[in-house]
């Protein structure tokens, strides 16, 4: 029997495009409707149909609903003055478009906060949002939540560069107002479950993870999984303007945006009703393995970017220090030969060990003496063999992290070093040959990881620059 058609709008925002995926894969009829279709072409799957338009626009809203028997709304704006305006304006005409082409349920995502404890704005427009939709007549599920765990989201890439960066934290009194959190996996879980409840099920559910913290407890167990020793201390006074300046210098969240944020955060945002336990076949996880996922998920998200692809679209810049993508500091470069894919890569293969590193090799063994000295592994341990490398083996002072046969190595370091740190190199046909890519990444720990990562940016764009022509020039060499 073919499943009925679902309309999705935010599916460019970070919870929508993880629901849109999760869709997909169920194999649901999904319908994108976007005021930026050109962000969404070539990443949907060849059945979600994509409908352009704006929100505020009561004919598109209209016709983008038509056929749909279901529709998730994740609109919400954050940014200009009139941004509750413009979440009434959209909500009563979404409301009243889905009700006029005969939608059969609404899910929203709204907050989670009590209007007795005088709520921000920000969380007054997320429950007006829910309140009219429900006066269209259309049953709406309404799933209110507290901030959202998971690699990318707002909250939670504001808690991670606020620890990441400042080893002593002045805490304003909203550091320890407290939250239930929910682990992004749960809340699409609960999304994605909430077509399939029973009709006259339409209420307003609140989901959360079992943990009720502080938004300090999560700062701290970031902390602990990360290693990080870091100071908390509390202080009466920090008002939603000075908070938000301060979280523009420190974290990637804008000013403007961070004080609408910093603004909701004075109010608790905890489950009064477990309703939803009951309703929903959902165990969400506490708030140590929502943390330990997030970091997984973005190592691993991470470590699927293909740089060759990444540089050419998004255009890195040559700067000082390199780029930053998200935490992680990046150093790219490149060069092309008129060589096979597989001659490109062959001495890549054969790197470290008693090859050596193609360029600076006294540099790199000083290295390595002064990582025994520091307590390390130095470059004593070389390589199990001369040409074949594969996942888990130990190179020098690296591991290989990934290994593809004449495309892709990744090592990373074991060395001493305050942070994480991988060393990338990619073979990938151009026309006329192959380009060759080496790419330095380092996650810093703290002060003292930036401090360890600029001060030595001249002698590592230095070496990592010479061993790149050396690799380039021994691939040729071989060839010739």
């Not at 969240?253 to 109010?267: C, E, H, I, P, T």
Request: aromatic share 8%; glycine share 10%; charged share 25%.
């Amino acid at each position: 029997m073919t499943k009925p058609l679902v309309l999705l709008t935010g599916a460019t925002g970070y919870v929508g495009g993880r629901l849109l995926a999760e869709l997909e894969r169920r194999s649901v009829p999904v319908r994108c409707f976007t005021r930026r279709p050109e962000a969404l072409r070539g990443r949907v799957a060849p059945s979600t149909e994509i409908a352009a338009g704006d929100a505020l626009d009561a004919a598109a809203v209209r016709q983008a609903l038509e056929g749909a028997s279901a529709a998730y709304y994740l609109i919400h704006s954050m940014g200009g003055e009139d941004f509750a305006a413009r979440d009434r304006e959209s909500a009563r005409i979404f409301g009243e478009a889905a009700r006029e082409v005969g939608v059969r349920r609404i899910i929203y995502l709204g907050g989670l906060g009590e209007r007795a404890s005088g709520l921000s704005e920000h969380l007054r427009s997320r429950q007006e949002t829910g309140e009219l939709l429900r006066r269209s007549g259309v049953p709406v599920v309404e799933l209110r939540a507290s901030i959202v765990i998971g690699s990318g989201s707002l909250s939670f890439e504001m808690i991670r560069a606020l620890v990441e960066r400042l080893p002593v934290m002045i805490c304003p009194r909203w550091v320890a107002v407290q939250t239930q959190p929910i682990a992004v996996e749960d809340l699409i879980a609960y999304l994605v479950a909430a077509l399939d409840l029973t009709e006259g099920a339409e209420r307003i559910y609140e989901i959360g993870g079992p943990d009720r913290v502080t938004y300090g407890d999560l700062m701290r167990e970031y902390a602990r999984q990360r290693g990080l020793r870091r100071v908390l201390i509390p202080v009466p006074l920090l008002t939603p303007r000075l908070s938000s300046l301060w979280l523009g210098l420190v974290t990637p969240v804008y000013a403007r945006v961070g004080r609408k944020l910093v603004d909701s955060l004075r109010n608790p945002t905890v489950i009064r009703d477990p309703a939803a336990l009951a309703a929903f076949p959902v165990k969400p996880r506490g708030v140590r393995e929502a943390i330990a996922r997030a970091l997984v998920n973005e190592d691993e998200a991470f470590a699927r970017t293909r740089w060759s692809d990444a540089v050419s679209s998004s255009g890195l810049t040559e700067r000082y220090g390199g780029d930053l993508v998200g935490t992680r500091l990046v150093d790219s470069r490149a060069t092309v030969v008129t060589l096979s894919p597989a001659a490109a890569f062959a001495p890549i293969r054969r790197i470290g060990g008693d090859t050596g590193w193609y360029y600076g090799n006294l540099l790199w063994r000083l290295r390595g003496w002064l990582d025994l000295l520091a307590g390390g592994v130095g470059l004593r341990r070389g390589r199990r063999h001369a040409e074949d490398l594969g996942p888990g083996d130990t190179l020098d002072f690296w591991r290989v992290e990934s290994f593809e046969p004449d495309r892709l190595l990744r090592l990373r370091a074991e060395m001493r070093v305050p942070g994480r740190a991988w060393l990338q190199f990619e073979v990938t046909p151009v026309e006329g040959g192959a380009e060759i890519r080496q790419t330095a990444i380092f996650d810093a720990s703290g002060l003292l990881g930036l401090g360890y990562w600029y001060a030595l940016y001249p002698i590592h764009r230095f070496v990592f620059a010479g061993m790149l022509r050396g690799i380039a020039e021994r691939a040729l060499e071989a060839a010739a």
